[in-house]
C-alpha cells in the first residue's frame, strides 16, 4: 500500500471513529433526560397538531395542547441542583445466612447552593431500595439506614447509589451514579469441629502435631527407661551421665495436605435445602483444616483453588452454585489440581448412588485416605466402612461433628 493510500485509510477511520462518538453523544442526549414515554408523549403531540391543521378536529388540538403542557410541566418539575456527593458504608461485609446486615448511605451538599430533592435507588442484589433525598442546603448532610436480611448464602452486589431527579408523570428523568459497588459475603451455615487428625501418615516433610511418640522425625526430648522400651531409642551419652537409661522422644509430623471437593451437579441432590446442606458440610471441614493450618485444596466444579485462609475459603463458598455440567466422576478432576494429598473428602448428594461412589474412589492413591460425606436430609446419620474409602451420611447440620469424631 502507498504512502496516499495510507493516508486515506487514516483519515477514513478517524471520521468513523467521530461518527461513532457522535452517535453516542446523540444516544446518551436522547436517552438520559428523555424517557421513551415522554418521546411518545412528544410525538404523539406533534402528530396530532399536524393532523389538526389539514382536519381541523378540535379534539387533536386539546390531546396536543394537554400533551404539551404535561411535557413543560415535566421539565420544570425535572430542574434542580442535584449535585450530592454520596459514600455507602457496610456494617458487615462478611455475614452468615439469617444474620442481618446495616447499609449506610450518606449524602452531602458540598455546593454553595442548596440541591432540590430527589429519589435514591440503591440496588440490594436483584432488589431495589428506593428512598427520598430532601433539599440540602450548604454543606448539610443526611444519613439514610437501609436494613436487610441475609436470607441466604450469596456473593451479594450492593449498589452502585442512583441518584434519579424527575416529574411524576415519568417523562423526564435525570439519573447519574454516585458512590461505588460494595459486595456483602454471605457465608453458608458451619458448625466447630473437633480436630481432624484420622489418617494422616507422618510425613518428612509434615508439620509438628504437638503429639509426643517415641518414633518419628522431630526430636522433642528424653525421658527415663521404661520396661519394654525399644533400645534402640536409648540415648547412650545421656544414660551414661545420668547413670539412667534415657530413651529419646519425638513429636509426631504429618502430612496435612488435604483435598476437599463438592459435587454441584443439582441431580445429584434431591431439593436446594439438601444442596445448601452440602455446601455447610464442605466449609465446615474446609474451616477446620485451616485452623489446623492444613495445607487445603478445594475444588467446586470448575472452581480449582488452595484458599490462604478460613475467610478467604468461606468468600469463596459463598459463590458455589449448582452446574449441571460438573465432570459427574469428582475424582478425575480432583487429582488433576491435588494428585499428592493424603486425604480426600468428597461432599455428594443424596442421589449418588453407591456404585458411582465406588467407581469414583478408585482412582485415589492407596496411600492416601478418603472419606465421602452424604447429604441426605433427613436421614439418621452413618458411618459404613469400604475397601478404600468410608462413607458417611449426614442428615442434618449438627450430625457432622459426631460422624467426625468418631473417624477421629
Given at each position: ?197 484420622a489418617g494422616v ?95 487445603l485444596y478445594c ?48 461432599t455428594v448428594g ?59
Open positions: 500500500m502507498d504512502t496516499a493510500s495510507a493516508t486515506a485509510l487514516r483519515r477514513h477511520r478517524r471520521r468513523e471513529r467521530r461518527l461513532k462518538r457522535a452517535a453516542k453523544a446523540v444516544r446518551h442526549a436522547v436517552t438520559s433526560y428523555v424517557s421513551p414515554l415522554g418521546w411518545m408523549t412528544l410525538g404523539a403531540a406533534a402528530a396530532c397538531l399536524l393532523a389538526f391543521l389539514p382536519l381541523g378536529w378540535t379534539e387533536l388540538l386539546a390531546f396536543a395542547i394537554v400533551a404539551g403542557t404535561m411535557m413543560l410541566a415535566a421539565v420544570v418539575l425535572s430542574l434542580g441542583n442535584t449535585r450530592f456527593n454520596a459514600a455507602i458504608s457496610l456494617s458487615n461485609r462478611r455475614v452468615t445466612a439469617g444474620d442481618t446486615v446495616t447499609v449506610l448511605v450518606d449524602i452531602d451538599n458540598r455546593g454553595r447552593t442548596p440541591t432540590a430533592t430527589a429519589r435514591g435507588n440503591l440496588p440490594i442484589g436483584d432488589a431495589h431500595e428506593r428512598f427520598t433525598i430532601p433539599m440540602l442546603g450548604p454543606g448539610q448532610a443526611k444519613q439514610t439506614e437501609v436494613t436487610f436480611r441475609a436470607v441466604s448464602r450469596a456473593v451479594l452486589p450492593i449498589g452502585p447509589l442512583r441518584i434519579r431527579k424527575g416529574d411524576p408523570f415519568g417523562l423526564i428523568r435525570h439519573e447519574k451514579e454516585l458512590a461505588e459497588r460494595l459486595t456483602v459475603f454471605i457465608h453458608p451455615a458451619t458448625v466447630r469441629l473437633n480436630t481432624l487428625n501418615p507422618r510425613d518428612l516433610e509434615g508439620q509438628p502435631s504437638g503429639q509426643i511418640v517415641d518414633d518419628d522425625l522431630d526430636f522433642y526430648g528424653l525421658r527415663e527407661y521404661e520396661p519394654g522400651d525399644d533400645v534402640r531409642n536409648v540415648h547412650w551419652l545421656s544414660s551414661a551421665k545420668t547413670g539412667t537409661l534415657m530413651i529419646r522422644q519425638y513429636e509426631a509430623t504429618r502430612r496435612t495436605d488435604t483435598s476437599a471437593t463438592i459435587s454441584v451437579n443439582p441431580d445429584d441432590y434431591a431439593s436446594s435445602e439438601e444442596f445448601e446442606l452440602a455446601v455447610s458440610i464442605h466449609a465446615s471441614i474446609g474451616v477446620q483444616c485451616l485452623l489446623q493450618d492444613r495445607p475444588h467446586a466444579g470448575a472452581s480449582h483453588a488452595r484458599p490462604r485462609n478460613a475467610m478467604a475459603f468461606l468468600d469463596a463458598a459463598s459463590g458455589i452454585g449448582p452446574d449441571r455440567d460438573d465432570n459427574p466422576n469428582l475424582a478425575q478432576e480432583t487429582l488433576s489440581h491435588a494428585p499428592d494429598a493424603s486425604f480426600y473428602y468428597f443424596s442421589m449418588k448412588d453407591l456404585d458411582q461412589i465406588k467407581r469414583m474412589t478408585l482412582a485415589l492413591p492407596r496411600s492416601a485416605n478418603c472419606v465421602v460425606l452424604q447429604a441426605d436430609s433427613g436421614a439418621n446419620r452413618g458411618i459404613r466402612r469400604f475397601a478404600n474409602f468410608t462413607l458417611a451420611t449426614v442428615g442434618e447440620l449438627d450430625d457432622l461433628p459426631p460422624i467426625m469424631g468418631v473417624l477421629a
